[in-house]
């Protein structure tokens, strides 16, 4: 399918999803967007993404993007019983959940994919703002493998590394390991500076 065919929603054009989107759009793909404070997304509406509500956004969209702050956020946005937008999906599309957030809550989403006929992805990313401006994260997704490589082409967009690592959950379970490590390193370094001052190094 040409790439202006496809129907893309994204929720969520903050520091990252705004990015993201930004990449999207220079390789062809028509976007519909939406964000909490509307003067985020001015810059890329001028670029020709269309702002809609949740719900227009759910009820257009063959694959739909989540980029939000908090398992909550996404919980809201997705399975509440009066603005939900799982609710408002089209049978087949798919949900790609970008947030860093709950393996359980991924599960959960999948589950009330599942009975609306809508393929679920959790994608969690690793490369803070400058990985999402440079088009160079690191996707950890997971879900069943027919969507990922659905949804992979839209992936490498913005990433420079993509990994199906399991099952639902899987790839929020992979971010959370991925914090792990990062918060070992840094309490490391931490450590190490300390020893080097009480030492009497020259830190720097």
Not at 3 to 23: E, R
Not at 39 to 67: T, Y
Not at 99 to 127: C, F, H, M, N, W
Request: glycine share 12%; proline share 2%.
């Amino acid at each position: 399918m040409e790439k202006a065919a496809i129907k893309i929603g994204w929720i969520g054009t903050g520091v990252m999803g705004k990015s993201m989107c930004g990449h999207l759009m220079k390789k062809g793909y028509k976007l519909q967007i939406y964000t909490r404070t509307a003067s985020k997304a001015q810059d890329l509406i001028n670029e020709g993404a269309e702002f809609a509500e949740p719900k227009v956004i759910a009820q257009n969209s063959d694959f739909l993007f989540l980029m939000l702050g908090y398992p909550h956020d996404v919980e809201n946005v997705v399975l509440d019983e009066k603005t939900g937008i799982l609710q408002h999906m089209k049978e087949g599309s798919v949900l790609v959940d970008h947030t860093t957030s709950s393996p359980g809550l991924a599960l959960k989403i999948y589950q009330e994919a599942l009975k609306k006929g809508v393929r679920s992805l959790d994608a969690p990313v690793s490369g803070g703002d400058i990985g999402a401006r440079n088009g160079t994260l690191v996707t950890m997704v997971g879900g069943e493998k027919e969507a990922v490589d659905q949804t992979m082409d839209i992936f490498k967009t913005y990433s420079a590394e993509v990994q199906h690592m399991g099952e639902a959950g899987a790839g929020q379970h992979t971010k959370m390991a991925n914090q792990i490590m990062i918060a070992n390193t840094m309490i490391g370094v931490c450590e190490a500076l300390i020893y080097g001052h009480k030492a009497g190094l020259d830190l720097h």
